[in-house]
Structure formats: structure tokens, C-alpha cells
């Protein structure tokens, strides 16, 4: 893989006033922020991982069972997190820490690191399928129970709250300091990061022959991803934070997934069969005709997750476990740090999980 690939820029005309998947109603020339950086090869790499989280600057990356930072300028040198006998299958990040989600609990490290002495917030979590922070708590859904929870970020002195109980397999949470926003299979929901007795708002239904897999919210919209069955006609919403009606952004989409907004844009992964199907694609968060950023990946899995700092999209190539960006400005490629168990799935059993080809359960 060649970190030096070619930049060229792309123009977007014909720049949906009305949503992504409308027809354009006004011709027009881009604005400066509407240019689109395209990368017609490989994005560079910037480290070995299958998680990320971006924060002022920094990259904190995670193998396995390994955590790292680095500055998302260059990650030639990183620096050691966390590291220790556990399977790393979940990550989030707020001001002072990084949290994550292992087999059996949900565990925190000052991002100054700590060494294997990362911090319990909660024991006996083995089916922890989303995570999040919000410098106050943090949120996580656990699949086992389908019940959504939380602890403050210093960890539980006792049992964890309940914020919402019978909410299925929860694809993705986000907290924004005042709620909690998640999307189980055929819905949005809104928690008051205070709670809400166990009866949280629904935002927004899903129809049924769509089943959700992405969520995140800035400060005004939650915006989630939703695929069919066939993985050709997947769809990405979005519905106010404080409620209203729900506005499909782009449709046609070839299974997206993952998903990242910056106020400005939305961007999202598509994963398919075909190569030229998946990728990143964004859009604007009034509508817009959807752009892709970069088309390709090595497996029907990638690129996926997604993280965006305003300057550069992130996403992880689930089939080799890379950290690549855009745009596509030539960085250094780091060797992957050692692992204490092995490969994923060696991980994943030796800590008592199912491996799934793809997540540990």
C-alpha cells in the first residue's frame, strides 16, 4: 500500500438546495467550503487500528488490545495509552479519558495514558454493542439485557442506571451533555442524560424493511444510517434533536453504516460487495447532492468507523486494520503494535467471547 497518494480536487455542481435525493433545483457554483478533496487511490495511512476517536487534534486508536494517540498531523511515533489481556471492541473519548468496552466491562484510561491499569467503570458488561462520553458520564447499550446505561465518568459505586430498558440490539449512542441519543433496530430515541424514568422520546420510526446501523449528533440534528436487505437501497436521515419530522438526507445508498457529522456535513461509510459501491460519502447537512470522498476498500466490511475533526475524515479498513484519512496527504506507515493474544478472534475466545468475523460478542 503507497502512503503518497494523488490529490485532485472536484468542483460539485448542480448542488441540491432540497434533500440528497432529489433532483438538483438550483445550478450553482460551490462556495470554497463546498469543495470536495477526492482521493482517486488509497487514502494515507496513518496508523494499524480498528477503532478511532478524534479530539482537538489528536487520534486515539485502537487495536485489539492495545490504545494509542498520536497527533492526526503524523502518527509515526505514537504514544502508548492502554494496553493489556482484553479485547478492545468499543471506544469514546471525552476531555480527560478514553473509554472503552472490553468482553467483561466498560473501562477507562487518562488519555495521558495509564499503562495496564486501566480503571473499571462497570464489571460484568460482555454485551456492550455501542458507547459513549459527554465529560459528565458515560453511556453505553448493552445487547445481553437490552437495556441502555450509565455511569458517572469516575466509575459506579454501585449498579449502573438504567435509562432505558427492552431497546433490542442498539447499533449506535451518542451524548451531547444534556441527552442521550440512540438507534435501536427500527428506531431513534432521546434520553435526558439525567434520565427519563425509563421512558425515553422517540424521534423517529424506521421502516420495516430497513434496520438501522448508524448514529451521531451535532448540535442541532440526529443523523442516522438505515440498510435494506439487498444492500442497494440503504437510506441516511435526520430528525431535530428536540423533535420533529424526519428528513431522509441521500437514498440508493449501497449499505451505510458508519457515521460522523461536523455541523456542516455528514459523512457516512457505505459498505458492499463491489468496490466501486463502498466508500466515504458526505453531504451537506441542509441537503446537497451526496459526494463521495474516496471509493474502494479492501473487504465488504470497510471502511467503517468514521470520524471527522473539520479538516479530514477517518475511517478504518476493517480488512487489514488500518487508520487511513483524507484528504490524501502523503503520511509515514507505522508497524502494528504486538498483541497480547494473538489475532482478533484469539482475543475474543481467550477472554470467554463469540467472535463474529467482525465484532466480539
Known sequence: ????????????????????????????????????????????????????AIDHGSAYIATTDTIITCPTSDCSSPTLVASGPWFVDHMAVDAA????????????????????????????????????ADGANVYWADAGTGEVLACPASGCTGAPAVLASNQGWVVGIAADGANVYWASSQAIMKCAATGCGQRPTQLATTPQALVNTGLTVDAVN???????????????????????????LAGGQPLPNAIASDGDYVYWSNLNESPSLRGIVRCAVAGGAPAPLFTGGRSVLSPAPVAVDGTSVYFVDDAVEQLAKTPCTPLPQVPPPPRHCGTPSQCCVQGGGTWDGRHCN
Do not use: H, Q
Open 1 to 52: 500500500m503507497s502512503p503518497s497518494a494523488v490529490l485532485s480536487s472536484v468542483t460539485l455542481l448542480g448542488v441540491c438546495v432540497a434533500a440528497c435525493n432529489g433532483a438538483p433545483t438550483e445550478e450553482r457554483a460551490p462556495s470554497t467550503a463546498e469543495a470536495v478533496t477526492y482521493c482517486p487511490a488509497y487514502p494515507s495511512v496513518l496508523s494499524s487500528g480498528r477503532l478511532v
Open 97 to 132: 479519558n478514553v473509554y472503552f468496552a472490553t468482553i467483561g466491562a466498560v473501562m477507562a484510561c487518562p488519555k495521558s495514558g495509564c499503562g495496564s491499569d486501566a480503571a473499571v467503570i462497570a464489571a460484568g458488561r460482555k454485551n456492550v454493542t455501542a458507547l459513549a
Open 222 to 248: 440526529v443523523y442516522w444510517t438505515s440498510s435494506d436487505g439487498a444492500g442497494v437501497n440503504g437510506a441516511v436521515m435526520k430528525v431535530p434533536i428536540g423533535g420533529g419530522p424526519a428528513t431522509p
